[in-house]
Nanobody, 118 residues
């Protein structure tokens, strides 16, 4: 079955960096786009970045120039490199499989907590 397992979250200070990983299994990795989302306490889940099969990438305005999404087709893993972290980046981060570019994800990981202190 489809499984998405995030790792790499943690507690850091403002300005630090973290790399989140999402290990995918149960489906042909190269056949789907993937995305990262986050949900802060009391807020709705929001799209952070997405990577399309053909290589198109899209970022939320709040993370552009600081975050980088990438994928490794050999390891069936995709990543979110986060630099210059800010306290407002504190959230649970989820990876997701995109059935289509503009549609909602069809599978989600369990989430990993990122906490950024000032």
């Amino acid at each position: 079955q489809v499984q998405l397992v995030e790792s790499g979250g943690g507690w850091v200070q403002a300005g630090d960096s973290l790399r989140l990983s999402c290990q995918a299994s149960g489906f042909p990795f190269r056949a789907y786009g993937m995305s990262w989302h986050r949900q802060a306490p009391g807020k709705e889940r929001e799209l952070v970045a997405r990577l399309q099969i053909g290589g198109s990438i899209d970022y939320a305005d709040s993370v552009k120039s600081r975050f980088t999404i990438s994928g490794d087709n050999v390891k069936n893993t995709f990543y979110l490199e986060m630099n210059g972290l800010k306290p407002e980046d504190t959230a649970v981060y989820f990876c997701a499989r995109q059935k289509s570019w503009n549609g909602p994800p069809d599978y989600w990981g369990q989430g990993t907590q990122v906490t950024v202190s000032s």
